[in-house]
Structures are given as structure tokens and as C-alpha cells.
């Protein structure tokens, strides 16, 4: 039961465990003051209110708004943020009062227990509202005039009206009638609004797709959730459709929106919708898919202003996260919580007998959550993975709005590492390469660099919150000779074909060579298609090996897609990254002893941007590449560079080498 301290404003009652507060907006005019009465409910099936879901935003809460409690005509002063504002007068009604829940004035944000104990319910909240509100500000707002929201608007019902919309030919005419006459970018606009991005918004999506009503408010227009959601997915197919790319006008920059469209968080949103969860039918329940270590890694497109949202945010949609108040990190919910989660409108059940428990408490140093998070990954996953995932910020706000920025180690990546990053105009692009770990689902990992050793780990902080360390147990693989300069926007340079000895167009490249040019896989992470060779030796042939290849031309100017495909993968796997050269005796060990008077070809690699000359490679128990670490002058500790790819040693045979030649294990602290 939260209940009141001496600072508690008085309007806030006591809630008990099965209590919420609404939200009564009381009627008023465009110009009146807005005023508002909260009432604690009970959170039941019968319960008629709409939820309320809008951007926090970076401005303070200075907009006055008045506010009582039940039974009582007193009224005392709040504030609020401007967005907030605008959206309780958006929904307002001239005669009559309507019922809400807004979580920043129905969860009394000072009190860190009351807020944790809301948090868990949200789900809930919005899965039993009459309605779901999603307001996205104002007319003006993030650069979108009034003119665009309607424009948007306006587009979003035509497009999901078409009575033939998925006839490709029929959508072709109608996207390239649209970009003619300029309407896709204020559509493109309208999606680029700060709400998308979201992080607490992935958590709602599921309830926003499944709610008895849910409509998208922009300042004086609105459209339904459907209606907004089947036009992204129509958008997202145009933008697969590299046909109709080539044909949109480049003058209004339609093509470039529509290119990387399935990147934007709007998609993903829409795509989350529907994807989290598997079920129900005629006999089985809904139950989540993805383990809070997935839903991390892959929602990067989704931020927080808050860093421990990062984690938190998305606790209640993780199939291996426990229902109910979460207590310390490895306690189980036990059978009473479990059976809470079937009650009411909105929720899903968890099928597991025993889940994990993840303890919320926002008091904690950020970075601190985030080592709670790590321990919780590694010990579901028994894999080390994560800390070659792209997933962590290191600056949002703190509890009294002010700024907070944290020192990540080395071994929590940094969120600015992911593929994609959005522009300063909100346009999503590649800045990175593609992990190699690829992506995080344990059914499938694209290599098996230490075979499969379980993870041997401790975490270590001896000197406070912001100095903790890694211990991983693994072995020294080789280090790195010979680098080249990176691949720059995902290009070929000239001299990585010809030292990695291609010497004639009219010959395939050298096995070696293309293996790492892909990293010896697909897309998928299945092995290299087999005529790979051939299209690479077709691309050189126009300007030659000296040329190198420029992926991005490639890609978007010929007319034979297995070159668009194949230079694709280049693309995703050699961005930013480095050609190597790796020494080690592992390579006398695979070609054979008979060979060791024999120097035989160099072992290729590819190694991050920062990596130099000297780095050492290492095989990490639990890890499914090797990794490149560094040692300062003087310091025991090691830096992760990051993850590497070593020709012929990504699947287990790291592994049998260093069982055959009895190679010396070692601990590496990490920091």
C-alpha cells in the first residue's frame, strides 16, 4: 500500500494494492483554466476511463493546472509539462467531464515505492481502458506545421482506404501520384514525432494494437491506430520494393525516407504490435516471445529519458521476467503473482513455472542497473553475447530533470555503436556495421568461435558505482599484424583486393578474400551462397580490381539484384570496419605440421576501426566470436576493442587447437 509522507501534496490519497488513481477532467471552454479531480478506483473489468499516452519531453513542468481530490470543492496548484497541457485541453469536453489516466498526475512521482508499484500495472492500465489516447503534441510542434499534420492525415486515411492495397501495381501509382504532389513528407514527419521514439511507448504498443478503440491525436486532427498502422506497413512494403525507389522524385527526398523505412522507430513500433506476442487461438493463451535480453538489444530504436528505463521500460513484456511485485534480482514470483497475471482485460499469461524477478528501484546508480541487467542476460542465456551488443546510453535525465551522464565500461557497448542512427533530421541511416554476433535470438547464433563452453564470469567493483569491473576466462588466439585502412561507408578499398591476392578480373577472388569480405555467411547467418565468387568477379569487371568496389552504387544502380544483394551483406559486415592480418601459431596447427617450413597465405580478418597493430585476439568462453582486447602501458585490465571475424576460426575450431596444442588459458579482467 503506498500512502503519504509529510511531503506529500494534498491531493494525493493513499493508494492500496489494487487501487489506481483517474483522472476526472472537468468541462471547460478553448480558453479556460484546466481542472482536474483525482479519485483512487479499483482497477476492474467494469472500470470506463481512457488512458492517456503522450511524449514527457525535455521542458519542465511550468504550464499551471488546478487540481482536487474526491469529496471536496478545494483545489490546489500543479504543474505540468507544456505537451500535457496541450493534450488535457485536446481532450477536454465542453459539457461534460471526462474520465482519464494520465501516469503524470495519477502516479505521484516523488514517491519512488508508489511509482514502482504503478509501473508494474501499467500494462494492465492500458490494456482495460475504454480507450487509448496517444496524443503527439501540437500543430507546430517538432517541426511539423499545421498544414503537414493535416496533409498527414489526410494521407493516412487515403492509404488505408485503398481497396486494392496489396496489389503492388495499384500501391506503385498511388506512392508515386503521393510523392509528386508532396505528400509523403509530411507523413514522414508525422512519424518522425519524438512519441515514436519512445522507449515506456514499446511496452504500450501491444495494448494500443489490442485496445477496443485507439486513435492518434496531432494538435486538431486524429486518425485511428489502424488506420495509421496499416499505412506504415504499406509504406515499409513500398520501401522493399526497390522498383518504385528508383522511380520516386529525389527532389523531395521521398526515396531516401522510404529506403531505410523499416529502421524508423515507427515501424518497429507497429511491427511490435503484433510481433511480441505469439497466440491466442482456440486453445493456447497469448504468451510474450522474447526474453528481456532480446527486447533490449533489438528496441535500441527506442529511447528514455531516464537511463534505468533503458531496463525498466520493458520488463513487462519479457517472457523470462516474473508478473507481480518484483523483488531482488534472482527471487522467482511466486504462484499467487503468477495466477494475478490472467485476471483482467489486457494481460498474458506467462507459461513458465518459474520466472525471474527483476528488482525496480530508481535510487540506484544507473550503471548499476545495467550490471543487473547483465548478470540477468548472461545467466538466462549462458552466452557473454551481450557484450558485443550495441544496447546501453550513457546520457538522460535524472530525477530532478537535471542532466546525468555516465562512464560506461568497455565491455557495456554504447547505444551510438548500433547500425543505424538517425540524423539530425530524423532520417535513419548506417553509421555502423551489423554486429557479428547478429541478432538476439538464442535459436540461431551465426558462429561458434569457442565452441560451446559455457561462459566462466564475475563481476568485481572495488572502488564505488562507476568502477566495476569484468572477469571472463577464455585464451589468447594470436594478435593482430598488419591493418588496413577501415572500410569508409561500407566501400571496398582498392588495396584490400589487390594484398589479399586478386590479381586478375578474369579470376574468381581468392577464397580467403570473399570469405571475410562476408564473413562467411549470408544475411541470414547461413553459410556464404555458393555464387558469391561470381558476383564479385561480375562487379570488378567494369573499373577493375583497382577501383575497389563502392558498395552503395552497386547496391542502388544495377540492374542485377544478386549484386544489390550480395553488396549488401559487404555493406553490413565491412562498414567502418578494419582488413587484418592475424598471427598465431593456429595457423600451422590447421594447414598441418608438414607445412610448417611452408609460410603458406596470411590468415585474414576483420577487426573494429580501433583496432591496432598488436591488439590481441582472444577466445572468451561463452562468446561467439573472438574478441580484441587491449592493455594499457602498466595496467593489468584490458579494453574491448570489440568483437572480430578470423578466417577459419568462427566455428569451434579455436577450440580443438587450443585442446590439441594444450594452449594456455588465462582470466582478463576487463574494465
Not at 607445412?595 to 597493430?613: H, I, M, Q
Amino acid at each position: 500500500m503506498a500512502c503519504k509522507n509529510p511531503s506529500t501534496p494534498e491531493y494525493y490519497s493513499c493508494l492500496r494494492d489494487n487501487q489506481i488513481r483517474i483522472l476526472r477532467l472537468q468541462p471547460g471552454r478553448p480558453g479556460d483554466s484546466v481542472v482536474v479531480q483525482i479519485w483512487p478506483e479499483i482497477l476492474t473489468e467494469k472500470s470506463e476511463y481512457r488512458a492517456l499516452s503522450w511524449r514527457w519531453g525535455s521542458n519542465t513542468a511550468n504550464e499551471p493546472i488546478h487540481v482536487g481530490k474526491e469529496d471536496t470543492p478545494q483545489t490546489w496548484p500543479m504543474r505540468v509539462r507544456h505537451n500535457l497541457l496541450g493534450a488535457l485541453k485536446r481532450l477536454r469536453e465542453n459539457d461534460k467531464e471526462v474520465r482519464l489516466w494520465v501516469d503524470a498526475i495519477c502516479i505521484q512521482q516523488s514517491d519512488g515505492q508508489e511509482k514502482g508499484d504503478q509501473i508494474q500495472k501499467m500494462p494492465k492500465i492500458y490494456g482495460m481502458a475504454q480507450a487509448v489516447c496517444v496524443w503527439l503534441g501540437d500543430e507546430g510542434d517538432d517541426s511539423l506545421s499545421n498544414d503537414d499534420a493535416k496533409i498527414a492525415t489526410d494521407f493516412i486515411r487515403e492509404l488505408a482506404s485503398l481497396k486494392d492495397s496489396y496489389d503492388i501495381v495499384v500501391l506503385e501509382r498511388y506512392i508515386l501520384d503521393a510523392a509528386s504532389v508532396g505528400q509523403l513528407d509530411p507523413l514522414i514527419k508525422l512519424l518522425k514525432q519524438e512519441w515514436f521514439t519512445r522507449r515506456w511507448v514499446v511496452q504500450l504498443g501491444d495494448c494500443i494494437g489490442r485496445a477496443r478503440s485507439a486513435t492518434v491525436y496531432c494538435g486538431r486532427y486524429s486518425v485511428s491506430w489502424t488506420e495509421l498502422a496499416d499505412a506504415i506497413t504499406l509504406l515499409e512494403r513500398v520501401g522493399r520494393d526497390s522498383r518504385i525507389l528508383k522511380k520516386l522524385p529525389r527532389t523531395n527526398h521521398a526515396s531516401v525516407y522510404l529506403d531505410n523505412f523499416s529502421s524508423l522507430p515507427a515501424y518497429r513500433l507497429v511491427q511490435n504490435t503484433t510481433g511480441m506476442f505469439r497466440g491466442p487461438d482456440e486453445w493456447w493463451p497469448r504468451t510474450w516471445r522474447y526474453t528481456l535480453e532480446e527486447l533490449v538489444s533489438f528496441l535500441t530504436a527506442f529511447t528514455a529519458s531516464r537511463l534505468h528505463d533503458t531496463i525498466y521500460a520493458v520488463l513487462g513484456l519479457a517472457s523470462n521476467i516474473g508478473v507481480g511485485h518484483r523483488s531482488a534480482l534472482g527471487s522467482t514470483s511466486n504462484e499467487s503473482d503468477r495466477k494475478r497475471s490472467l485476471l483482467g482485460r489486457g494481460t498474458t499469461l506467462h507459461l513458465r513455472e518459474r520466472t525471474k524477478a527483476f528488482n525496480i528501484d530508481y535510487d540506484l546508480c544507473p550503471l548499476n542497473v545495467f550490471v543487473e541487467f547483465l548478470k540477468f542476460a548472461i545467466e538466462e542465456s549462458q552466452s557473454l553475447d551481450i557484450i558485443c551488443r550495441p544496447w546501453a546510453p550513457e546520457s538522460g535525465i535524472d530525477a530532478d530533470n537535471n542532466p546525468q551522464t555516465i562512464e560506461l565500461p568497455s565491455w557495456i557497448l554504447n547505444i551510438s555503436r548500433k547500425p543505424f542512427l538517425p540524423t539530425r533530421h530524423g532520417n535513419m541511416v548506417r553509421y555502423n556495421p551489423d554486429p557479428l554476433v547478429g541478432p538476439a535470438i538464442f535459436r540461431h547464433r551465426f558462429y561458434h568461435a569457442s565452441g560451446r563452453t559455457e561462459p566462466k564470469y564475475r563481476f568485481t567493483n572495488r572502488e564505488g558505482a562507476y568502477s566495476w569491473r569484468m572477469v571472463v576466462e577464455g585464451f589468447e588466439l594470436g594478435k593482430i599484424g598488419r591493418t588496413w585502412r577501415s572500410g569508409e561507408f561500407g566501400n571496398i578499398p582498392a588495396d584490400w583486393l589487390i594484398d589479399g591476392g586478386w590479381k586478375k578480373e578474369s579470376d574468381l577472388p581468392p577464397d580467403r578474400l570473399w570469405r571475410t569480405l562476408v564473413a562467411d555467411r549470408n544475411a541470414q547467418g547461413g553459410d556464404p551462397d555458393h555464387w558469391y565468387p561470381a558476383v564479385f568477379q561480375e562487379a570488378v569487371k567494369e573499373r577493375g580490381i583497382r577501383y575497389g568496389f563502392k558498395t552503395h552504387t552497386l547496391i542502388n544502380e544495377t540492374h542485377n539484384p544478386a549484386i544489390s544483394e550480395l553488396f549488401r551483406r559487404v555493406q553490413a559486415v565491412v562498414w567502418n570496419r578494419r582488413l587484418i592480418v592475424v598471427k598465431g601459431g593456429f595457423k600451422h596447427w590447421l594447414i598441418g605440421e608438414s607445412s610448417v617450413e611452408k609460410e603458406g597465405p596470411e590468415t585474414l580478418g576483420l577487426a573494429p576501426n580501433g583496432a591496432r597493430e598488436n591488439d590481441i585476439i582472444c577466445i572468451i568462453y561463452g562468446c561467439s566470436v573472438p574478441l580484441v582486447l587491449r592493455q594499457e602501458h602498466g595496467e593489468k585490465a584490458f579494453i574491448v576493442i570489440g568483437e572480430c571475424y578470423v578466417d577459419h576460426m568462427m566455428d569451434g575450431e579455436a577450440i580443438r587447437y587450443c585442446e590439441d596444442q594444450i594452449v594456455k588459458e588465462d582470466y582478463f579482467e576487463l574494465k
